[in-house]
C-alpha cells in the first residue's frame, strides 16, 4: 500500500473546502488550507456517529463526529499521531460540550462511513454497501492506513471488478448497475490508492467506453447532488489511451481471428460468411473503428448450419472463447501493472 499522503501534523491544521454537490465525489488527495478555529466551531453534530460518552470530536466538513480517542488511535497510525499531537496545538478553549475537536480535511459522508465502519460492529464493509460508500471507504482507509478496511472495501468492490475473467463475465448483470461516472471515479479512486488489484479490470471497461467519453469525461449519476462531470485523472486517461490500439489488434488478432485471419477451411461459402461477419462487427462501432477483444460476440457461435461449415462453427467458438482468455492475461501489461499473479490478492 502507498503511505498516506499527509502527515498527522500536516492534517492537524486543515480543513475542508469541498462543496456539498461532492458528496458521492470525494477528492483522491487532502486539499489542504488553513484552519480558522471560529470557523470550525459552525459544525451539527451528526445524527448517524454521535456517541455521548465518545471523548473526542472530529469535524468534517459542517459535520461533527464524537467517538472514541483510544479505538481510533488503535486502529490507525495516523489517527494516533493526530490524537497525540492535540495537547500541544488545540487552540484555546476549542472543545464542546467538555470533548476537545479535531478538525479533518474529508468530506463528512465519507468520514461518517470510515467511522461507522471503524466503531459499530453491526456495519459490514461488503457489496451490500452503496457503490460510491465502498470508494470511500477504500479512499479514507488507505489515507489513514487501515488496512483491514481498505481490504475489505477492495474485496467488496472487487463484486463488480474481479481478477478473473469468468468472474468479470458474470458481474456483468452488476456492473450494469453502476453509472459511467461512478466507474470512471472508481478508476481515479483505484490508482490514487495504489488499489492494483481493482485497477486491471475498471480500466479494461473504460477503454470499452465511447471515446469522447474517455476524452470530455460523463456525466455523474443520479446519486450524486447536484451537475458533475466525472473526468480521468491524467495517469488513467493516458493509459486507457495508450491500452484502446492494443486491445483493438488482440480483438483482431487473438479473440476474433478465426473471422479475419484463418485460413483452416476454405470452402468459398465460409470465407465469404466469414468476410460478412468481419464487416458486421465493424459497422456500428466508435468512429476510431474501435473492437473490443472481451466482447462475448455470442451470436457468432449460434450461427446455423446453413451459414458455416461445423469445423468453422466449432472453430469460432473456441477462437472467441481461447482468444478472450489470452487476452486476459495480457491486460496487466498493457496497463502497465505487474501479472494477475501479483494482482489477485489484494495488497494492504
Given at each position: 500500500?502507498?503511505?498516506?499522503?499527509?502527515?498527522?501534523?500536516?492534517?492537524?491544521?486543515?480543513?475542508?473546502?469541498?462543496?456539498?454537490?461532492?458528496?458521492?465525489?470525494?477528492?483522491?488527495?487532502?486539499?489542504?488550507?488553513?484552519?480558522s478555529p471560529q470557523t470550525a466551531f459552525q459544525f451539527q453534530p451528526s445524527a448517524e456517529v454521535w456517541y455521548n460518552d465518545g471523548t473526542i470530536i472530529l469535524v468534517a466538513g459542517d459535520t461533527g463526529f464524537r467517538v472514541y480517542a483510544g479505538i481510533l488511535s488503535e486502529q490507525s497510525p495516523v489517527f494516533s499521531e493526530l490524537l497525540s499531537e492535540i495537547p500541544g496545538h488545540t487552540p484555546q478553549n476549542a472543545t464542546f460540550d467538555g470533548s476537545p475537536l479535531l478538525w479533518l480535511?474529508?468530506?463528512p459522508k465519507e468520514m461518517q462511513y470510515l467511522l461507522k465502519a471503524i466503531h459499530c460492529?453491526?456495519?459490514?464493509?461488503?457489496?451490500?454497501?452503496?457503490?460510491?460508500?465502498?470508494?470511500?471507504?477504500?479512499?479514507?482507509?488507505?489515507?489513514?492506513?487501515?488496512?483491514?478496511?481498505?481490504?475489505?472495501?477492495?474485496?467488496?468492490?472487487?463484486?463488480?471488478?474481479?481478477?478473473?475473467?469468468?468472474?468479470?463475465?458474470?458481474a456483468k448483470t452488476s456492473r450494469q448497475k453502476l453509472s459511467a461516472s461512478d466507474i470512471f471515479h472508481l478508476a481515479n479512486v483505484a490508482r490514487t490508492t495504489?488499489?492494483?488489484?481493482?485497477?486491471?479490470?475498471?480500466?479494461?471497461?473504460?477503454?470499452?467506453?465511447?471515446?469522447?467519453?474517455?476524452?470530455?469525461?460523463?456525466?455523474?449519476?443520479?446519486?450524486?447532488?447536484?451537475?458533475?462531470?466525472?473526468?480521468?485523472?491524467?495517469?488513467?486517461?493516458?493509459?486507457?489511451?495508450?491500452?484502446?490500439?492494443?486491445?483493438?489488434?488482440?480483438?483482431?488478432?487473438?479473440?476474433?481471428?478465426?473471422?479475419?485471419?484463418?485460413?483452416?477451411?476454405?470452402?468459398?461459402?465460409?470465407?465469404?460468411?466469414?468476410?460478412?461477419?468481419?464487416?458486421?462487427?465493424?459497422?456500428?462501432?466508435?468512429?476510431?473503428?474501435?473492437?473490443?477483444?472481451?466482447?462475448?460476440?455470442?451470436?457468432?457461435?449460434?450461427?446455423?448450419?446453413q451459414v458455416l461449415c461445423e469445423m468453422c462453427r466449432r472453430e469460432l467458438t473456441q477462437s472467441v472463447e481461447t482468444g478472450s482468455r489470452c487476452v486476459w492475461e495480457k491486460l496487466p501489461g498493457i496497463f502497465g501493472l505487474e501479472c494477475w499473479n501479483g494482482l489477485e490478492t489484494p495488497s494492504v
Open positions: 500500500m502507498a503511505p498516506a499522503d499527509s502527515t498527522g501534523q500536516d492534517l492537524l491544521h486543515t480543513t475542508s473546502s469541498q462543496s456539498d454537490a461532492d458528496v458521492t465525489r470525494p477528492r483522491s488527495e487532502s486539499s489542504l488550507t488553513s484552519l480535511p474529508d468530506h460492529t453491526r456495519f459490514v464493509v461488503d457489496p451490500e454497501l452503496d457503490f460510491n460508500v465502498l470508494c470511500g471507504i477504500l479512499h479514507l482507509s488507505t489515507l489513514y492506513r487501515i488496512p483491514h478496511l481498505r481490504l475489505r472495501a477492495i474485496l467488496a468492490l472487487q463484486h463488480y471488478f474481479p481478477p478473473t475473467l469468468d468472474e468479470w463475465l458474470n495504489d488499489a492494483s488489484a481493482l485497477l486491471v479490470s475498471v480500466l479494461t471497461w473504460c477503454a470499452g467506453q465511447p471515446l469522447d467519453h474517455i476524452l470530455e469525461g460523463v456525466t455523474a449519476g443520479p446519486r450524486t447532488e447536484g451537475p458533475h462531470v466525472t473526468h480521468f485523472d491524467q495517469i488513467n486517461l493516458l493509459a486507457v489511451l495508450r491500452a484502446r490500439p492494443q486491445l483493438h489488434r488482440l480483438a483482431y488478432s487473438t479473440t476474433l481471428q478465426d473471422v479475419f485471419i484463418s485460413i483452416s477451411c476454405v470452402k468459398t461459402r465460409c470465407l465469404l460468411m466469414k468476410r460478412i461477419l468481419g464487416s458486421k462487427l465493424i459497422e456500428g462501432r466508435e468512429t476510431d473503428g474501435f473492437l473490443n477483444p472481451l466482447w462475448s460476440y455470442r451470436p457468432l457461435s449460434t450461427l446455423h448450419p
